[in-house]
């Protein structure tokens, strides 16, 4: 390791910032972890993992015993500063930077002249030079060559991250070249994946494009299902047919897309060449119209059972066997129902959480329920994802349930 990187701060302890923090802890460099929530902070303290991953409780918990990570709200100096803030985007599909202007500024009093600011957060193209602009306008006594700022998108998948973030090649965008050299060195601290310098717009954009890349081709098996359905297909078999052609690999259909990925990033492309990203846009607009289909076979099954039926809703996450349920569409399809169907009773089975958010739980028709109840009492049974825990639900179990399958393994 570099001596350069003896303190450094990750600003915003989320799903990427908090294992950010805690690998780098591990690998010997003393880690201040920074985050608005005082409840995060103080489970990072106790050595307690705010949300599922596996592998990260044995890290932490071994980094902040050891001294090496410590949480905080306030951001401390350091050598090199992590920005892993969330970069939502609006209700008219525009990213909302307003996180990121808030930590570059948080960021800012701290420096001293030759630090290192990354940001990892995932954002438009431009976004780097933004929180450049930000930390100069905050310090009018520094210059541009005072500050080394560089874009390193996180390409790690949720539930595989503790093992992600070590192994997978890292694209490392420099607003300038020093800056990108600079954040080489602190990366080849813990990972051992290859790490691949650019320009800052061009990482920026990089990362966009593998989740856009995976946008179409889900909308593409999403659209292939609603033919299907049409035309009276199985849209599985169809596509295992299809892939049986040495060049075709078609991805699986499913109730939507979900996730902080890849069901924002292409509208991060769109905003910045709308008139350019026709089949980008389209894709998107795709994938986000099929949770309104399953509504609707949701809502027939209902009217078919004379209006008067209990719906068992399997999987609110947006990808299996996690806790996450950020741009879930299975969320969606749940709260889309009980709102439209207030005397419908719905059964949320969701085994990898233990509370229904806010909003839903305070709603009388809507219950989290354990599988098996849910199995042995809904009229019709809905699944959203595809966790291991329902891909061993058996013929018997379903019994005479009226079975509407978004993941075609109850088929």
């Known amino acids: 390791m570099t001596r350069d990187f003896k303190r450094v701060a990750v600003v915003g302890l989320g799903y990427i910032g908090l294992p950010t923090a805690a690998i780098l802890a591990d690998h010997g460099v003393r880690t201040f972890g920074v985050d608005v929530s005082q409840s995060v902070v103080n489970s990072v303290n106790r050595g307690e993992v705010p949300f599922v991953e596996p592998g990260l409780r044995e890290v932490l918990k071994r980094a902040?015993?050891?001294?090496k990570l410590s949480a905080t709200n306030e951001t401390p100096s350091a050598d090199a500063f992590i920005v892993a803030v969330p970069t939502p985007f609006t209700k008219n599909r525009k990213a909302d930077l307003t996180y990121i202007d808030a930590a570059a500024k948080s960021v800012a009093p701290k420096l001293q002249g030759g630090e290192l600011v990354i940001l990892e957060s995932t954002s438009p193209p431009g976004t780097t030079e933004r929180l450049r602009d930000v930390l100069l306008a905050e310090r009018p006594d520094l210059s541009a060559e005072d500050v080394h700022v560089a874009h390193c998108?996180?390409?790690?998948?949720?539930?595989?991250?503790?093992h992600e973030m070590l192994t997978n090649?890292?694209?490392i965008g420099g607003i300038s070249p020093k800056a990108a050299v600079a954040a080489r060195e602190l990366y080849r601290s813990f990972c051992s994946g290859e790490l691949l310098l650019t320009n800052a717009r061009t990482a920026e954009l990089a990362k966009l494009t593998e989740n856009s890349f995976r946008d179409v081709n889900i909308a593409f098996a999403n659209e292939l299902s609603l033919i299907c359905d049409k035309l009276e297909v199985d849209p599985w078999e169809l596509i295992e047919l299809a892939n049986h052609h040495p060049r075709v690999n078609i991805l699986q259909p499913g109730p939507g897309v979900g996730g902080h990925c890849i069901a924002v990033d292409p509208w991060f492309i769109v905003e910045a060449a709308p008139e350019e990203s026709r089949l980008i846009r389209t894709a998107r607009e795709t994938n986000d119209a099929k949770p309104e289909w399953v509504l609707g076979r949701i809502e027939q099954a209902i009217e078919d059972h004379d209006g008067d039926a209990t719906v068992g809703l399997f999987g609110l996450t947006f990808k299996p066997n996690i806790d996450d349920l950020r741009e879930s569409p299975a969320l969606h399809i749940?709260?889309?129902l009980a709102q439209r169907h207030p005397?419908?009773?719905i059964l949320a089975v969701e085994p990898h959480i233990e509370a229904l958010p806010a909003a839903l739980a305070a709603k009388r028709n809507v219950t989290l329920t354990p599988t098996e109840d849910a199995l042995s009492?809904?009229?019709?049974?809905?699944?959203l994802v595809d966790h291991d825990v329902f891909k061993?639900?058996?013929?018997?179990?379903?019994?005479g349930t009226k079975v509407i399958d978004t993941r075609g393994i109850w088929q």
């Open 343 to 345: 005397t419908t009773q």
């Open 169 to 171: 090649d890292r694209i």
């Open 334 to 336: 749940l709260e889309s």
């Open 392 to 399: 061993t639900v058996t013929r018997t179990q379903l019994g």
């Open 153 to 162: 998108p996180e390409r790690v998948l949720p539930g595989k991250i503790m």
């Open 64 to 67: 902040v015993e050891a001294g």
């Open 377 to 383: 009492t809904a009229h019709i049974g809905v699944l």
